[in-house]
């Protein structure tokens, strides 16, 4: 099993639209949660990052943590075009190296 | 300076040749990494350096040899790659290995003839 996984899509949307972006983790000793967003052709950029259960919201991108039943969410809210990227959901394994899931790519359409 | 730069952007090599890849950042961080991410894969570690130490070689193969010259400088030299090594090469750099936040380079794509 892998420690990170995460649905790869495609997601295509209408602009405007709610997206959720889901992934599982095996390991209930994961604490730190990551999404990066990455552009074609470019290095993954941090987006946000949660420690433990709860939500953090940050303009229209909210994290979400279920640690009961290992499940890190990214909701975007209001999808623009320039959303259009790989999102790429991460946390740091028991030895600090910090691991990915697939990453899914999203497409928001005028 | 908020950036991880790396050159160069693109290369192409030979399998016989012998490149090297540079990654530089002045955000004083003292943890830096190499990844490689293969076209719709996510970013797999190479090697970890922790104040200008080698701490973490995922089992790399020898044709790949990093070189951390100084705190803001980290090479990763190539020689004999084999086809399969093309990607792109992900510089990262972090306050310190438990620091959550990476700030990754734009990369370099190799491409190996």
């Known amino acids: 099993q892998k420690e990170v996984e995460q649905d790869p899509g495609p997601l295509s949307v209408p602009e405007g639209a709610i997206v959720s972006l889901n992934c599982t983790y095996s390991n209930s000793a994961f604490q730190y949660f990551m999404w990066y967003r990455q552009y074609s052709r470019k290095g993954p950029e941090l987006l946000m990052y949660t420690y433990s259960s709860g939500n953090k919201e940050d303009g229209r991108f909210t994290a979400q943590v279920d640690k009961s039943s290992k499940y890190i969410s990214l909701f975007i809210r209001d999808s623009q075009p320039s959303d259009s990227a790989t999102y790429l959901c991460?946390?740091?394994?028991?030895?600090?190296?910090?691991?990915f899931g697939t990453g899914t790519r999203l497409q928001v359409f005028p | 300076d908020t950036e991880v730069t790396q050159t160069p952007k693109h290369l192409v090599m030979g399998m016989t040749n012998k490149k090297s890849l540079k990654c530089e950042q002045h955000m004083g961080h003292r943890a830096m990494y190499w990844y490689k991410q293969k076209a719709k894969k996510p970013p797999e570690l190479m090697f970890v350096y922790s104040y200008e130490k080698l701490s973490i070689n995922e089992s790399v193969p020898s044709r790949f040899s990093p070189e951390c010259p100084n705190s803001s400088l980290l090479n990763l030299h190539l020689h004999a790659l084999q086809p399969e090594d093309s990607a792109l090469y992900l510089c990262?750099?972090?306050?310190?290995?438990?620091?959550?936040?990476?700030?990754f380079g734009s990369g370099t794509r190799l491409t190996v003839v």
């Open positions: 990262a750099s972090s306050q310190d290995r438990t620091d959550y936040g990476y700030t």
């Open positions: 991460a946390t740091f394994s028991n030895t600090d190296k910090l691991i």
